[in-house]
């Protein structure tokens, strides 16, 4: 008599569900290169306003290479859908110049600023809806009186003359996915076209309002420099043959300088009063650039020692270009008293006429600054406020 076969063992239990960890959002590896760029680029804006040293964009064209890095931020952007992106970077460039506004045109207002300064009550308080969104130039006080002893009376004109550039980048920002599906299709039109309408608006074949001349004007300048960084994001320069950039871009920058000395460059006027020039000069230099543009994930060992400023300038460039202008001139002011010293001016003259105290000066109140209103770019960008994001852990 065989036994009973034995009972089948019961399946085991179904493990529970865990879930998936959440998805950590990777940090984007930062091209050194660029941020080495972007930081001589602010040096040379606050020294070149400083010192008006008209061979200073010819040595380096700062505002082609701004508007080239941040194209490519763009296009390195646009992978994610074009309003959101958008909407992005829009959010990330206002609160820096609302928080501007709010000083400036305060100061403005109780200096006796208003209505009636412009000769339009009605329009004045439409016009100031451009520093909420400066698509067109903000409007600013006129002969006002200064801080005595810290502040001249062009404060509010030295106040408001940066911001053509956070207007020009706003346009730029809403075109740029236009300007990319256009790259893609037909790169080559699509990169010369700002340089065809810069030459257009040189000839005067038309007319613009006041308010839109300006605008187009910066696209005409520097339109062709950010999409020189969009085509560069999306690998249009590798394309093109070794000798095809090296050979090309000398002209482009040649031009640039010819058309500066037929202007009258050479009688006082610079590059940024000659936009054609202005154009092709940062376009051939800008191309150069971006065409032996090493990829710097670390730091050469010559350049370690400069990573906490450099870092610094590209954590605050917004903070930086926004106020430099007011610095510099209260840096002058404050320097200028030292005249009143009977003994320095007697004895040392050559240190009270010096640029370089000024320019000392000028950084420790820009590092004022960046203590004080820095805080806005990471509101904007929604992180954690930090006083000095210099990289320091």
Known sequence: MTAPPLPAPAAPAPAPAVPPPPAVRAEPVRDRYFDLLRALALFRVVLYHLTGWAWLPVVFPSMGVMFAL???????????????????????????????????????VAQGWGPDAEGHPGWWWQHLAYWVLPLSDPPYAYGVAGVDGFLGESWPEDLAGPLWYIRAYLWFVLFSPLILRGLRRLPRPTLLAPLALAVVMRLELFSTPDRLDSAIT???????????????????????????????APLFAGAGLWWAAHEGFRSGFDLDSIPLAQALWSFGCVLLLLHYSPSWTEWPRRLRAFDRPITLL???????????????????????????????????????????????????????????????EDAAAKRRPRLWPDGRP
């Open 314 to 376: 590209n954590s605050r460039a917004v903070t930086v270009y926004l106020w430099h202008n007011v610095c510099i001139l209260a840096a002058a002011t404050l320097y200028d008293r030292l005249w009143s010293v009977d003994a320095l001016g007697e004895n040392v003259p050559w240190l009270l006429e010096s640029w370089i105290p000024v320019l000392l000066i000028t950084w420790a109140l820009i590092a004022l600054c960046v203590l004080a209103f820095g805080w806005a």
């Open 70 to 108: 941040a194209g490519t931020l763009m296009a390195r952007s646009l992978k994610r859908p074009a309003v959101q992106v958008i909407r992005g970077r829009v959010r990330r460039l206002l609160p820096p110049l609302w928080l501007l506004g709010a000083i400036g045109v305060t100061g403005m």
């Open 218 to 248: 910066d696209f005409s300048t520097f339109g062709a420099c950010w999409v020189l960084g969009m085509a560069h994001q999306e690998g249009v320069l590798k394309r093109l043959p070794a000798y095809v950039v090296p050979s090309l």
